[in-house]
């Protein structure tokens, strides 16, 4: 069956300073990945995805994020993080024989001034 | 703009009401979705329809109907609602015509019964 893990609750990180949240998955097949951001009161925003080629995907917001075959993983990145990123990430994969997404536990990232 | 918008924000229902929230989708989309969310436990996928009255159960589907005779309208019914089902419901369409396509998301319902 197909999952993912992100093995934070929460990421704290100084203003100006690069960030990661991390993502570690398991599908049986080719592994289409997601990652999406919640910020307080509010739906989900697409960031980025990741379907096949190039390891390295830029995303919305400055964001990208490294998917890793060997690892099984697709942390999410960012140079220089801002006190407005702060929200909660979820990392998703998509359940390739159904239409189906399954959603990690998610990340609040808290980035101090 | 792409738009996925939710009957109500804030819902306040007590117990064994039965409890109707609406999702309506402009983007043409052919799939959506009906997910509860809660804190520790992520996105939970309690329906989802990939055609006008199609649909499919997803992982906690107890407790909880759907219909959609619309292409862009999807409801999620509580027949009999519990505390249990105090949660934040989150709506989410996506398009056939990407081959990998991303969820759009509504804002979100959260619902409190008591």
């Known amino acids: 069956a197909q999952s993912v893990a992100q093995p934070e609750d929460q990421v704290n990180v100084a203003e100006g300073n690069p960030l990661t949240v991390k993502c570690t998955y398991s599908?049986?097949?080719?592994?289409?990945l997601f990652w999406y951001v919640q910020y307080p009161n509010r739906g989900l925003q697409f960031l980025l995805k990741y379907i096949t080629g190039d390891n390295l995907v830029k995303g919305s917001y400055g964001f990208e994020a490294e998917f890793n075959k060997s690892q099984t993983s697709f942390h999410l990145k960012k140079p220089s993080a801002l006190v407005s990123d702060s929200a909660l990430y979820f990392c998703a994969v998509r359940d390739g024989g159904t239409y189906k997404y399954i959603f990690g536990t998610g990340t609040r990232l808290k980035v101090l001034a | 703009d792409v738009k996925v918008t939710q009957s109500s924000r804030y819902l306040v229902k007590r117990t064994g009401e039965k409890v109707f929230l609406e999702c309506v989708q402009d983007?043409?989309?052919?799939?959506m979705f009906w997910y509860r969310q809660d804190p520790g436990l992520g996105l939970r996928l309690i329906y989802f329809s990939y055609d006008v009255k199609m649909k499919e159960k997803g992982d906690i589907p107890e407790g909880y109907s759907v219909s959609r005779e619309k292409k862009e309208r999807f409801s999620l019914i509580l027949e009999s609602a519990s505390t249990n089902q105090t949660s934040m419901y989150l709506c989410?369409?996506?398009?056939?015509?990407?081959?990998?396509?991303?969820?759009?998301f509504g804002p979100g319902t959260r619902l409190t019964v008591t």
């Open positions: 599908v049986s097949g080719n592994p289409y």
């Open positions: 983007m043409d989309h052919e799939n």
């Open positions: 989410a369409s996506t398009t056939n015509r990407d081959r990998v396509p991303e969820q759009y």
